[in-house]
């Protein structure tokens, strides 16, 4: 009984953890200035420095200027990011964006660690479990028969199966 | 002096592969037991004494570049390209590696060296280190092959041999590129020696674990290498590129990472075949891997496979290195079929809870930040082949993905030390981890309440949230380790009556691995504390005519003055800024902007002011072309001297990782 508080009370602590992270994932949208800063830390600079637009750190770079303009009239016209970013792609190609979309083929470059690292993780969790009942079988298996018997024994005089 | 090194060249070549076939031959005579005129111990003897001379005739093709870009000797196209006559000394000694063929031809130095020593050492183990040399000797033939035929440093101009040439790379132009590289490739070129001594102990069917033993120190020199090499580029990219950070995810960056990330996972999962006898096939193949990730690193940064802003020198050497990676691949897969049953595991892990799967654990995690990085890293091209559409894989991306493996990876460092071996009871690890947790929600709070939150203007902040995480996980981690710094130093302290500082050095001295260890993960820690504070980042850019005036954190930047400057071998511009806090004078920055005249680059010098809890970072951009009147950009950067710092402690606890333990001292009555 103890043991199924305890784990209630972890379960229910877990749960308002994640509840918390959630609502701060999903709280409202930011104001312009962040947007734009946002924004343009999505962007690259084509100009061929390979930096980030908002980093970019040249002193009469050819393209950062006029992006970063059509930056701020896109946000000011009132487009979602989401079309902003699909004008820039349009514009420029898709490697104006700092990170592969969320569609298509591009999607598998997200997927991909996650899926790798959550399937290597189940593995190690499930090798370690096999090994380690193994183990306990192989140590069960090596028992004498004196012990086996008092073993029996001991079950069937307390009703148990093996159980909690 | 051109004839001189080629001629250098050709011979270290053939010196090479005698020590290869002749080698080969003399460890198949022995394996197989057959009977020949020359005995096979004196036929491996002269592979091993070719071995040597090889490198005194690498040595010399190495002396002869040296020496013709002292010289001024532009008839040889390597030193027009990367050299001219106002380059100051030290520069011109790393023209040596500027561009492809020096770096080569530094790398088969480093070769030869590392082989060298490896061969002086020989009774160690003689049939082990002679297969070890002739691994050895069969990657030399790649690069000196590579050298000869490839990217031959020594080739001629063709025509008139201009008066002066093209200078070195501005951006190579920093003191910290003098050791940055070379720092770099003894990484690289260090796992080779581990790697050889792995296949060279699985090939023979080495018995029990000493090539680890023997290799260790090896690796852990070689690691120290490839940590200063990477934290070095850092400190570069951060004083030089001019843009306010240190790591871009840049995939030059990202080859240097990811056998530096391996090669760590090696480092710890040797302990368990060392003490449990398990993990063998494991370790053997995060070897290969390590290496070839290497010859990968090389392959990306010379051959210009993806796009980078480090790429220094790129050609279409990039085939030599695919067909040798593909060799090497085989040779380790058949190697391995063929042996398999050798590294069979003498335990298993038993617990899910235990020292045992935490390493497990550990390097899961470090392969899997590995495995993220390459993908990253080819993803673009990999996307071209497969849609035709080339992406950008950027930071965005990696800060998306790579973080959150990285704070796993941070929490396992922490929890590992705390579980005992084998088994442990939940008893034990309620008593271990109360400090730790407690630690660890204290921070979280007052994070919180000092406004570290993972919010800001109503919206997730990703950046804060990670920094957040960061923080508590650091603190617990260093709790956890210093309460094993305090346990054990107690029970020295009640053994012997001493204070608990002695204690603690003693402890530290009877089992230097170990604790060395700690003092790595403490480094470690205070590196996540640093890149955490990158979160906090601000910057401000103005024009700035003379007294206008720029605030950022608690600092005004006055300009006092602008001005231009000249010398053989660059022109600047520079400004003068006062800095001051609350209305008193601070210190004077000078930011500066130099155009180099050989290569009519530009480059940026930072001026940086560095306290422990920020970096004032103050960038000349350039003039305006309207108003003649300079651009300033000045960045508050929190916690950057952590990193350097944290890299510090790691340093220490390598150099005392590497010294061998004290015995601990008999006690009264013969007892230890």
Redesign the interface.
């Known amino acids: 009984m103890k043991a199924r508080g305890a784990l209630t009370f972890w379960l229910r602590t877990l749960q308002a953890g994640a509840l918390a992270v959630a609502i ?8 312009a200035g ?1 947007r734009y800063n946002d924004l343009n ?2 962007l ?1 600079c084509t100009c061929g ?4 637009l908002g ?1 970019c ?4 770079c050819p393209e950062s200027p006029r992006e970063l303009k059509e930056l701020k009239a896109g946000i000011a016209a009132g487009a979602s990011d989401k079309e902003i970013l699909a004008a820039f792609s349009a514009k420029y ?8 979309t969320t569609q ?3 999607l598998v ?2 997927i ?3 899926a ?2 959550a399937a ?2 189940l593995g ?2 499930l ?3 096999r ?2 009942v ?2 306990t079988q192989a140590a069960a298996q090596t028992n004498d028969p004196a012990t086996e018997a008092l073993r029996e024994k001991i079950r069937r005089e307390t009703g148990s199966d093996g159980g909690f | 002096m051109a004839a001189f090194g080629s001629f250098a060249l050709i011979i270290a070549l053939a010196l090479a592969a005698y020590n290869l076939l002749a080698g080969a031959i003399a460890l198949r005579l022995i394996a197989t037991k057959q009977q020949t005129a020359v005995s096979p111990e004196r036929l491996a003897d002269t592979a091993r004494r070719a071995g040597i001379a090889g490198f005194v005739a690498v040595t010399a093709a190495a002396f002869a570049l040296v020496w013709s870009v002292f010289t001024n000797d532009f008839s040889i196209t390597y030193i027009l390209e990367h050299s001219n006559r106002a380059l100051p000394g030290a520069y011109k000694f790393s023209a040596l590696w500027s561009g492809q063929e020096g770096s080569l031809l530094l790398w088969a130095w480093l070769l030869g060296a590392y082989s060298f020593v490896l061969r002086l050492t020989h009774k160690r183990d003689v049939k082990l280190y002679a297969y070890a040399g002739v691994i050895m000797a069969a990657i030399q033939v790649f690069f000196l092959s590579v050298l000869n035929f490839a990217a031959p440093p020594f080739a001629l101009m063709k025509g008139a041999i201009p008066e002066d040439g093209n200078g070195l790379n501005p951006l190579l132009q920093y003191p910290e590129m003098v050791i940055h590289p070379p720092m770099l490739y003894l990484g690289y070129v260090g796992f080779s020696v581990p790697f050889a001594f792995a296949l060279g102990a699985l090939m023979m069917r080495y018995p029990g674990e000493k090539w680890i033993k023997i290799t260790r120190v090896w690796t852990m020199v070689t690691w120290l290498f490839l940590t200063c090499g990477i934290f070095l580029g850092m400190h570069w990219a951060y004083a030089v590129l ?4 240190y790591w ?1 995810w ?1 995939p030059v960056e990202n080859a240097s990472f990811m056998p530096w990330l391996t090669g760590t996972a090696f480092l710890h999962s040797v302990m368990m075949q060392e003490k449990k006898g398990m993990m063998k096939s494991w370790n053997v193949w995060l070897i290969f891997t390590t290496f070839l990730l290497t010859m990968l690193g090389t392959l990306l940064t010379r051959a210009g496979l993806v ?3 480090h790429a220094f020198a790129q050609s279409s050497i990039g085939t030599w290195f695919v067909v040798f990676m593909g060799i090497v691949l085989a040779v380790c897969i058949f190697s391995y079929i063929l042996q398999r049953s050798h590294l069979k595991s003498d335990h ?5 809870v235990s020292r045992e ?1 935490s390493f ?2 550990n390097n ?1 995690v470090l ?2 930040a590995c ?2 990085i390459l ?2 890293t080819l ?1 673009p091209i990999i ?1 071209e082949y ?2 035709g ?9 990696y800060n ?2 790579a973080i959150p ?1 990285g704070l796993f990876l941070l929490f396992l460092t922490g929890v590992g030390p705390l579980l005992p071996w084998r088994s442990t009871s939940l008893r034990s690890v309620r008593r271990n981890f109360i400090l730790p947790t407690i630690a660890l929600w204290a921070t979280a709070i007052v994070c919180l309440i000092a406004g570290v939150r ?7 902040d990703s950046g804060n ?1 990670y920094a957040l995480v960061a923080f508590s996980l650091s603190v617990a981690v260093f709790t956890a380790i210093l309460s094993e710094f305090l346990r054990g130093a107690g029970v020295i302290a009640r053994q012997t009556g001493r204070n608990y500082f002695t204690s603690m050095v003693l402890l530290v001295r009877r089992n230097t691995r170990r604790y060395g260890g700690y003092f790595i993960h403490i480094g470690v820690v205070i590196v996540v504390i640093g890149l955490a504070g990158s979160a906090f980042n601000r910057n401000v850019e103005s024009e700035m005519a003379l007294h206008d005036k720029m605030n950022i954190g608690p600092y005004t930047l006055e300009q006092v003055g602008a001005s231009d400057d000249s010398n053989p071998n660059y022109n600047s511009q520079y400004a003068l800024l006062d800095v001051s806090k609350n209305g008193k004078k601070l210190f004077q920055m000078t930011p500066e902007k130099r155009v180099y005249l050989a290569s009519e680059q530009p480059q ?1 010098m930072v001026a940086i002011h560095s306290v422990p809890g920020w970096d004032l970072y103050v ?1 000349y ?3 305006n ?1 309207d108003s003649g009147q300079p ?1 300033i ?1 000045a960045f508050l950067n929190p916690l950057v001297g952590w990193i350097w710092a944290g890299v510090v402690l790691i340093f220490f606890g390598t150099v005392i990782a590497l010294v061998p333990s004290q015995r601990p001292a008999l006690q009264k009555g013969g007892q230890q």
Do not use: Y
């Not at chain 2, 298993?348 to 899910?352: A, D, G, P, Q, T």
């Not at chain 2, 993972?454 to 997730?460: L, Q, R, V, Y």
């Open positions: 701060c994932f999903t709280l409202g949208a930011s104001d962040s830390h999505r690259m420095c390979a930096q980030l980093e750190n040249h002193v009469g190609g898709a490697t104006v964006l700092a990170a592969p298509g083929f591009d470059a997200w991909a660690p996650f790798v690292f290597a993780l190690t969790i090798l370690i479990r090994w380690s193994g183990k | 001019g843009w306010g950070g871009g840049d796009s980078s802003v298993r892990v038993e617990s899910l799967s497990l654990f899961l392969l899997a495995f993220v993908w990253g993803f996307s497969v849609v559409n080339k992406v950008t894989v950027g930071a965005p991306w998306q993905v493996i993972p919010w800001k203007d109503g919206a997730f949230f940026t960038v951009e350039g003039t072309p651009i950009k």
